[in-house]
């Protein structure tokens, strides 16, 4: 099993913490649109509070790390890998306890060329303990905004993932899916789910849309979230996100590897 110290050297030597890609100044740009309710900073989460960007700068600064300085404006944006270890060991925490149930889980995410891998990994361990992973409304279309206007995309699941693909795209290895922000997706796979009458999901385990959106909704859901990803971490202090690890969420694919194997050992799901 890796140790948690080589968990840690690697965190910060794959830049997954510690200063990372995404930079301060698009960390404080998406803060102040978060704080003026912009939509696609949300992510489908309906803030209860009504956050100031210095309360909403302090929460980041305690979930993730990141500076509380407002007078920080420029260069990479950091994460204390401690604070990345502490979610990974509730997040596999709620991994055993759903395996443990049985509960049957949907995974779905916006960053299907990074994280695939490592969600697909979980889906095959949850599913080898006896949980049902779900794909309800698989091939459905879905009209979401981008910033070259409303595209329909399609509600697609690789490796038992759930993902948008781009009108026209022909998905491959490296590129099954779409990037995207947009709650609509899990909205719209949760609605199926209830109209067909088939099991709903006891935990929503993803990123971006994935985790806010159905929290919002009443499920209970883990993920993912950066530096930019205020939204998950203000659902976590709220209470409509289980646990929300803050990491990179966009570097190489393999890098994940290793959180992968630590995860699945720590809830006890490795095969």
């Known amino acids: ?55 909403l700068l302090s929460l980041m600064g305690a979930k993730c790390g990141v500076s509380v300085d407002p007078a920080n404006v420029s260069g990479p944006d950091v994460i204390d890998p401690e604070l990345t ?95 995207s922000h947009s709650p609509l997706p899990v909205r719209v796979a949760l609605g199926s789910a209830a109209e067909s009458g088939g099991p709903l999901p006891g935990l929503v385990i993803g990123d971006h849309g994935w985790v806010c959106g159905a929290g919002q909704l009443g499920f209970e859901a883990i993920g993912l979230g950066d530096t930019d990803d205020p939204a998950l971490f203000v659902g976590e202090a709220e209470g409509r996100v289980s646990v929300a690890v803050p990491l990179d969420d966009a570097v190489r694919s393999g890098y994940y590897r290793p959180l992968t194997r630590y995860v699945l050992n720590r809830a006890c799901l490795s095969q």
Do not use: K
């Open 85 to 179: 270890i502490a979610a990974l060991h509730a997040f596999a925490d709620r991994l055993r306890a759903a395996a443990q149930d049985r509960l049957p889980v949907l995974l779905g995410t916006g960053h299907p060329h990074r994280l695939l891998g490592f969600y697909a990994a979980l889906a095959s361990a949850l599913s080898a303990a006896g949980c049902r992973v779900l794909t309800p409304a698989h091939g459905r279309c879905i009209d979401i905004t981008t910033r070259f206007g409303v595209r329909t995309h399609r509600l697609a699941y690789v490796r038992g993932i759930a993902m948008v693909q781009a009108p026209g795209a022909r998905p491959t290895l490296s590129e099954p899916g779409a990037h």
């Open 1 to 55: 099993m890796l140790s948690t110290a080589a968990l840690r050297a690697h965190l910060l030597a794959a830049r997954l913490a510690g200063p990372v890609a995404t930079s301060r100044e698009e960390s404080l740009r998406r803060y102040r649109l978060f704080v003026a309710r912009d939509p696609r900073v949300l992510l489908g989460l309906e803030p209860e509070y009504d956050w100031s960007f210095t309360e």
